[in-house]
């Protein structure tokens, strides 16, 4: 990518946010000189090692990535002969090939959910022995053990038995009433490396010895009595033992170093790259970004774009006391991207356009749109997710150009115009059909005349390499240039006229005003030169700013409107999903109460049918009985029935009545008006037997014989009862809102595999409504289906019997079912 274009489109604070979050000092070099990619396949890959990273964090949080060091200094040094690495190095070499085995260790299992993080950290290498050895002879204080070695372990148990008499014996003189005088202070120390004594000067020839220092005062001498001297000299002799096999162990360790050198970088190379990869994901959710979908048909739809440098701000940790000394010191702290303020923008370029122009109001965010394109590109083929809407696409280009900014130069003198030419120079010399070229104000800084010529002729000229171009200006010819080429589309900064404020989101369509008088009026600029200036606008430049300003405020009137509308299609969507929710819920709802009520139906059925079977066991096993006892066995039967009958009822929805409305009805007369609760039916009573509280009702067409607690007295319409004596114990029930059970079926015109559902559905709700009769209208035609009809009956196991209609019923074209 041209330099220039990353450092105008300051990918250079993109890369430095970056590194914030890596975790090691070679995974912030990697974020420092991270290049944008050019390749579509490249780009793809690189954003999916950053969805896969993301995926992971999202699920187990980030990676122990804090023991990767910087040891390829190291690495090298350990080629040189003669060298060994000291124990802080060899920790740091161990640390980085433990991180990396854990990281390989990580992603072992994940080669279906992580597949390119798999294929990256499987090259790693295991290196288990370096790291168990080095872990071995160096403890975390990068000290050797003395596990190190046999030998060194014995060495340092001679030294600390040998160190242990010395002291002892030197503590037995300190304790010496007799040498009291001569002892200067009650201690034991170090000089040269040998243990000594304090001793008063004047007593110096007290304690034979030898003098290894004196005091700062000249007040004391260090002895080192002639009782330790051999012991203190064959200290130094284990000492110099000890620092020689101390040798060798960091030789041997730094030689294990070196002979497997070339596959500890390739390790901390891979797992830098991991960490590049890990850092980017972190960057990602700090962002709230998401991955585009990649195409190469050269259309951008960024949907929500939020640049990061605007969302950026630096939150510093508390500087701990201290720790400055009076010297200026780097800011500790972290970057977050969290700027409510920001608007978001859609920067759109459709498959048919291969230039926009974006004009509009001075800092209405012409320029920031278009530096948002831009580094987004860059940001994307570095294998970033940027901060958009999940619905956003862009494409991938081989070089992205940008003149952007004045960049005048006094010592070259290079004035603004020159500046733009150069660059143009440069980028015309290398574009290519595939680039994506950025140019901030087009032919501004010469006459507006010469230099709109020469911008539109440069646009002419970029087409027809078929580079995607976006440009920004304020130039009247520019804004009428897209009106006549196909593949041209003006852009403006939304601007309202009302606050005479830009609103920082773009119009696709329509150029833009740039508004300079009502800016000039807003800032404060007297108004007598304002009137002035308008007095020079031209009457053709009058009249186009008029346009634009008319079509502009359309335009916001357009845009509230289709605000109100997208608010209203929000609302209707989210109702009609809260629909459709209830409606499920309900749904499974019922399900699950006919699923239950299926169950308790056949558990009582089987149980009801078992009492049943054994009531007829008994009858047949009835032998030869006086007529008494067959009396007893037939009552005894009929309350073994009626006991049945109960359960089955009492299984039975009872209407809902209010406490204290209903009585029990102890006696009832043909022609009352009755409720049969059990079927919520109002009907008449046409035969009642008060003895043995039962009655026959009819409803509708239907005959229903039930028991009184099965019957509510309900009010009679006026003419239709008869009078009733004496005992009623039930208030009247208003009548039934609910339709009767209809009980003809008419199937004429059907064919039979259409009309046989029909019968068996009627003959299902007759046996739920408890009616005894169906009637079935078939017609008479060629007779076929009245046959079929009733083959279809004689397999019903329900059906009593059947036979066709009376001529005053209908005759053959009727059959008359009779219900079990």
Not at 373 to 388: D, K, R, S, Y
Not at 407 to 434: A, K, Y
Not at 592 to 606: D, V
Not at 688 to 710: F, Q
Request: glycine share 8%.
């Amino acid at each position: 990518m041209n330099a220039h274009c990353l450092k105008v489109l300051e990918f250079e604070r993109i890369r430095e946010f970056l590194g914030s979050f890596a975790a090691s000092t070679g995974g912030r070099s990697a974020c420092k000189s991270l290049m944008p990619q050019t390749g579509h396949s490249a780009v793809v890959q690189l954003l999916q090692e950053t969805t896969e990273m993301r995926d992971e964090q999202d699920l187990h949080g980030p990676l122990p990535l804090s023991g990767i060091h910087s040891i390829r200094t190291a690495v090298e040094q350990a080629r040189m002969q003669n060298y060994y690495l000291d124990p802080q190095r060899l920790i740091e070499i161990r640390d980085t090939l433990e991180t990396a085995g854990i990281i390989k260790n990580y992603f072992s299992g994940h080669a279906g959910t992580r597949p390119l993080l798999h294929a990256i950290t499987s090259r790693i290498a295991p290196l288990d022995g370096i790291t168990r050895r080095i872990r071995a002879c160096i403890s975390s204080q990068a000290e050797l053990l003395d596990s190190a070695s046999p030998a060194l372990a014995d060495i340092r148990s001679q030294i600390k038995k040998l160190r242990s008499g010395i002291i002892r014996t030197l503590e037995h003189m300190l304790a010496d009433v007799d040498l009291g005088t001569a002892i200067q202070d009650d201690f034991i120390t170090l000089r040269n490396n040998r243990y000594v004594i304090p001793v008063r000067s004047d007593s110096k020839n007290t304690i034979p010895g030898v003098v290894h220092d004196q005091s700062q005062s000249k007040a004391t001498f260090f002895v080192e009595p002639l009782s330790v001297v051999n012991q203190n000299n064959e200290l130094q002799g284990l000492r110099k033992d000890e620092y020689y096999e101390e040798l060798r162990i960091l030789t041997e360790l730094t030689g294990l170093v070196h002979a497997s050198g070339p596959e500890i970088c390739e390790n901390l190379d891979i797992i830098e790259r991991v960490d590049l990869i890990h850092a980017k994901a972190l960057f990602a959710r700090a962002l709230r970004a998401t991955c585009p979908e990649i195409n190469d048909t050269g259309v951008i739809g960024l949907r929500s774009c939020r640049h990061p440098i605007l969302l950026s701000r630096f939150v510093e940790d508390p500087a701990p006391a201290g720790e400055t000394d009076g010297k200026p010191q780097a800011p500790a702290g972290a970057w977050v991207f969290d700027r409510s303020s920001v608007v978001p923008i859609d920067c759109i370029k459709s498959t048919k356009s291969s230039t926009l122009i974006i004009t509009g109001a001075n800092a209405g965010g012409k320029t920031v749109a278009m530096k948002t394109i831009g580094l987004f590109v860059l940001m994307t083929q570095a294998g970033m997710h940027i901060p958009v809407d999940a619905r956003s696409t862009i494409a991938v280009f081989d070089s992205v150009f940008a003149d952007i900014g004045d960049e005048q130069n006094m010592e070259t003198s290079l004035s603004t115009f020159s500046s733009h030419m150069s660059q143009l120079r440069g980028i015309i010399s290398q574009v290519t059909p595939s680039s994506l070229v950025l140019l901030d104000e087009l032919g501004s800084g010469t006459d507006p005349s010469e230099g709109g010529a020469l911008a539109v002729a440069i646009l002419d000229f970029l087409r027809k390499r078929g580079c995607t171009t976006i440009v920004t200006t304020h130039l009247t010819i520019m804004k009428t240039y897209a009106y006549s080429r196909d593949d041209v589309e003006n852009v403006s900064v939304a601007f309202d006229p009302a606050t005479l404020k830009p609103s920082y989101s773009l119009v696709y369509g329509m150029p833009g005003f740039s508004n300079a008088i009502a800016i000039a009026r807003s800032i404060g600029i007297p108004e007598e030169i304002l009137q002035s200036a308008g007095g020079y606008l031209e009457g053709a430049d009058r009249q186009v700013a008029e346009l634009i300003q008319g079509l502009e405020k359309t335009q916001k009137e357009l845009s509230d409107s289709k605000e109100v509308l997208r608010t209203a299609i929000r609302l209707a969507r989210r109702y009609h999903n809260a629909a459709e929710s209830l409606h499920d819920s309900m749904h499974e709802q019922r399900e699950k109460i006919l699923k239950n009520f299926e169950t308790k139906a056949r558990s009582l059925l089987r149980h009801s049918e078992d009492e049943l079977m054994k009531i007829i066991k008994n009858q047949k096993k009835r032998t030869v009985i006086r007529p008494d006892d067959d009396f007893k066995q037939d009552d005894a039967a009929r309350r073994a029935l009626t006991e049945v009958k109960k359960k089955l009822h009492g299984q039975f929805p009872k209407k809902a009545v209010e406490h204290g409305q209903v009585e029990h009805i102890e006696h009832l007369e043909a022609g009352q008006t009755v409720m049969v609760v059990h079927l919520h039916k109002q009907g008449i009573v046409m035969s009642a037997d008060n003895g043995a509280k039962k009655a026959e009702v009819a409803i509708g067409p239907m005959r229903v014989k039930t028991g009184y607690h099965e019957l509510a007295l309900s009010s009679v319409p006026p003419g239709q009862a008869k009078s009733t004596s004496s005992k009623k114990s039930a208030k009247p029930m208003p009548s039934s809102a609910e339709p009767a059970f209809a009980r003809k079926v008419n199937v004429i015109g059907m064919r039979v595999e259409e009309a046989l559902p029909v019968v068996d559905k009627g003959i299902d709700t007759a046996l739920l409504e408890g009616a005894d009769t169906v009637e079935v209208i078939h017609g008479r035609g060629t007779g076929r289906l009245m046959a079929a009809i009733h083959e279809h009956l004689k397999t019903n196991p329900y059906v009593e019997s059947f036979a066709q209609g009376t001529q005053a019923e209908g005759g053959s074209g009727l059959t008359i079912i009779h219900i079990k």
